[in-house]
């Protein structure tokens, strides 16, 4: 695993970025995170989800991040996903922790992958193909994420975390970044293993210890 992080950016200050944020504070890492919101108007909001979180343009995140951990935690609807461009996120290793929710209107090129059931991080690489998109933080739920983040816990009482990613620094960047946070990653592999991570996986929202995770991967 990879040497921790200083800087990661979030897109997306929802119940996810937030709880991702907080986690990422504790941690004592530094957070940018952007919304469709300017800085000044989201500044409230993060006083209350996430205080410590710095607010910043969308088309900053990529930049900003590049000269530190060069990590971006994509945590945006993915009905959303059309109105986020691609050069926002170019050069980076972009944490997939999005879903697809049977009620939402994707966009075409992530529909066409769901109606073929195939992994949608596989889709949002084609889409997003100046990042290296890992797979990671989709299958635990908000809610549970202040709780389950303990950096000071042993690896083996930690919740463990999925991680899917083609590129093997950049999923060893991602792991590592999971460990400071407080989790105990366990590597599926390649980005297509990423599937079993979905709502409809055995891992969503499940919290499983490393042997149970090992068990579903096979
Ligand atoms: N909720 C969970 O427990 C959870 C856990 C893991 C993963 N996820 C996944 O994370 C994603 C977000 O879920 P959520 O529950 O956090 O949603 P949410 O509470 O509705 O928040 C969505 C956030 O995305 C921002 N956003 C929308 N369009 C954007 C754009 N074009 N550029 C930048 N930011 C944009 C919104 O901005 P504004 O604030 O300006 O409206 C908002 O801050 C989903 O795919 C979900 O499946 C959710």
């Not at 000044?40 to 990529?62: N, S, T």
């Not at 697809?100 to 090129?109: F, V």
Request: hydrophobic content about 45%.
């Amino acid at each position: 695993m990879s040497e921790p992080p200083e800087t990661v950016g979030i897109l997306g200050a929802g119940r996810a970025g937030t709880a991702f944020a907080r986690a990422l504070l504790r941690a004592g890492i530094t957070v940018d995170i952007a919304s469709t919101r300017p800085p000044r108007a989201l500044q409230h909001h993060l006083k209350i989800y996430a205080p410590g979180a710095v607010p910043v343009v969308a088309e900053d995140i990529a930049e900003r991040a590049r000269d530190s951990s060069g990590l971006v935690i994509l945590a945006v609807p993915q009905e959303e996903l059309d109105e986020v461009d691609p050069a926002w996120v170019a050069g980076t290793v972009l944490i997939d922790a999005t879903n697809t929710w049977q009620d939402e209107l994707l966009p075409s090129w992530l529909q066409a992958a769901v109606d073929e059931q195939l992994p949608t991080s596989m889709a949002l690489a084609g889409r997003f193909g100046s990042a290296q998109v890992v797979k990671a933080l989709n299958h635990i739920a908000h809610s549970e994420i202040d709780d389950a983040a303990r950096p000071d816990a042993e690896l083996s009482q930690r919740r463990a975390l999925a991680v899917a990613g083609d590129d093997d620094a950049a999923r060893g960047l991602v792991m590592g970044l999971l460990v400071r946070m407080g989790f105990d990653p366990v590597s599926l592999g390649a980005l297509a293993a990423g599937r079993i991570m979905e709502p409809d996986g055995p891992l969503f929202n499940r919290p499983l210890r490393r042997e149970d995770l090992l068990r579903f991967a096979r």
